[in-house]
């Protein structure tokens, strides 16, 4: 059996920082075992936010030391991908239980994800392969610095929080679009 190389083991690490993320954001704002956090509220949203950072800091890492050292798997690019969507996907369904963020925009930025996701899987089965695209990118930032500005919660930051939440829906919208347009033969049957 193989060893697993730094970018695989990065991306298993970022999964496994989703458990305590998840815990400490819900936990210490009354979550549902908010007793075992009582009382410390805010130190508890910046130890998860903490977590996120360093968990979204892996993601940028892993990929960089996969393509510099040609350690590029199939692993890690199925694992990738699949650990960005869960780490996010879970920050924001625990910002919609602490109602930082609407449940219809959450389901919007998810619903892209399982359409782009079931796209990319269509492509591969005829062989082609689908790069991200600037839109996908801008779309990444902005979702991932409008979830730290909900966890970090300051109310002085609110009206920045709402238009970057704003920005981010319309880059998802727009990403989507941009990549349905720019892949539509993948959908054509094969002969």
């Known amino acids: 059996m193989k060893k697993m190389n730094l970018p695989n083991k990065l991306t298993i690490f970022r999964m496994i920082l989703i458990i305590p993320f998840v815990l400490l954001l819900l936990g210490g704002n009354g979550g549902w075992f908010g007793t075992l956090f009582e ?3 805010k130190a508890v949203d910046y130890s998860a936010l903490a977590i996120f950072i360093i ?11 996969a393509r510099k050292y040609n350690l590029v798997t199939n692993f890690g690019k199925f694992m990738d991908p699949l650990a960005d969507k869960l780490l996010v996907s879970a920050a924001m ?11 219809w925009i959450v ?7 399982f359409i782009i996701s079931g796209f990319r899987l269509v492509a591969s089965d005829n062989g082609v392969v689908i790069a991200a695209s600037y839109w996908g990118k801008f779309k990444t ?7 730290c500005l909900m966890i970090a919660d300051i109310p002085g930051l609110r009206m920045l929080t709402n238009v ?3 920005i981010a829906v319309a880059l ?3 990403s989507l ?15």
Do not use: C, H
Request: charged residues 25%; positive net charge.
């Open 172 to 174: 998802t919208v727009i």
């Open 93 to 103: 369904i625990a910002l919609v239980e602490l109602k930082r963020i609407p449940a």
């Open 55 to 65: 968990a979204s800091l892996t993601d940028l890492i892993d990929g960089k030391i």
């Open 177 to 191: 679009i941009d990549y349905l347009l720019k892949n539509k033969d993948v959908m054509r049957e094969q002969k």
């Open 164 to 166: 970057v939440m704003w």
């Open 107 to 113: 389901i919007i930025i998810i619903s892209r994800e």
């Open 141 to 147: 930032v902005f979702q991932m610095v409008m979830v």
């Open 39 to 41: 009382g410390t509220g």
